[in-house]
């Protein structure tokens, strides 16, 4: 699938694409820092609009409250003229399409997820 370019334009049709372990690795290693360690998630799913890929995230199954799955990862595209693409991303991760996909793999209920922000550049 296509990255988004630079120049490129968002559409209106947003979509989520189911990785696999190899292509979610090497999607990380194009677009987040080297200094983070990969893991293993439990399901990836690529975000795209209009046919180009704006970014990533994966889950990892619940590990505290067997309810609440963790977001593991999230990241942008990171050449856009888009500042806060990595928004989309996180919404992407919380809709209810993103909610069956983890219900689906793990084949139970969840009611919530969690998350760990880290940033260079906190406000």
């Known amino acids: 699938m296509p990255k988004i370019g630079k120049d490129d334009v968002l559409g209106g049709r947003m979509s989520l694409h189911i990785l696999t ?3 979610f690795a ?23 609009v209009d046919g180009k890929l704006i970014g ?8 505290f409250d067997p309810n609440t799955a963790y977001l593991m990862s999230d990241f942008p595209v ?11 991303i996180v919404m992407a991760a919380s809709t209810k399409e993103a909610q069956l ?3 689906r793999s793990l084949s139970k209920r969840i009611t919530g997820w969690a998350t760990t922000a880290f940033t260079d550049r906190p406000n």
């Not at 990380?28 to 360690?37: D, E, F, G, V, Y």
């Not at 990533?56 to 590990?63: C, E, I, M, N």
């Open 21 to 23: 372990g190899g292509q």
């Open 26 to 48: 090497a999607i990380r290693s194009q677009l987040m820092s080297k200094t983070i360690k990969p893991g293993s998630p439990m399901i990836a799913c690529g975000v795209a």
């Open 56 to 63: 990533a995230f994966a889950y990892l199954p619940p590990k």
């Open 78 to 88: 990171s050449w856009t003229r888009y500042r806060r693409l990595a928004k989309l």
């Open 101 to 103: 996909l983890i219900q």
